[in-house]
């Protein structure tokens, strides 16, 4: 089996910044690709960040410049830094990841979200 948890959220002011992170633990090899997805209540979830096998990552013209998304492979871990927030960042953020196990299969998986809010 594959677990993915999130952490890294909380309450923070305007401008101020966040590092999420989205460990894999379990039956894992190796993260191939990875996504960082937020939802807003009423709103529907949107992709925020993905970083593919070669490590070419892509952003959310809403987040570009200010959230950096990075892996470390032997921790089998991906982060996101989150700079220069701000209300409209408020959301559960969850991490999405396809999964190399041990027996050389593919696995999609999700975390649980970890909650961002940004106010003052």
């Known amino acids: 089996q594959v677990q993915i948890v999130e952490s890294g959220g909380g309450l923070v002011e305007p401008g101020r910044s966040l590092t999420l992170s989205c460990v894999a633990s379990g039956d894992v090899f190796a993260i191939k690709e990875a996504d960082w997805f937020r939802q807003a209540p009423g709103k529907q979830r949107e992709l925020v960040a993905s970083i593919n096998v070669r490590s070419i990552i892509t952003y959310d013209d809403s987040v570009r410049g200010r959230f950096t998304m990075s892996r470390d492979s032997a921790k089998n871990t991906v982060y996101l830094e989150m700079n220069s927030l701000k209300p409209e960042d408020t959301a559960v953020y969850l991490c999405?990841?396809?999964?190399?196990?041990?027996?050389?299969?593919?696995?999609?998986?999700w975390g649980q979200g970890t909650q961002v809010t940004v106010s003052s």
């Open positions: 999405h990841a396809q999964i190399m196990t041990n027996q050389f299969r593919s696995v999609d998986s």
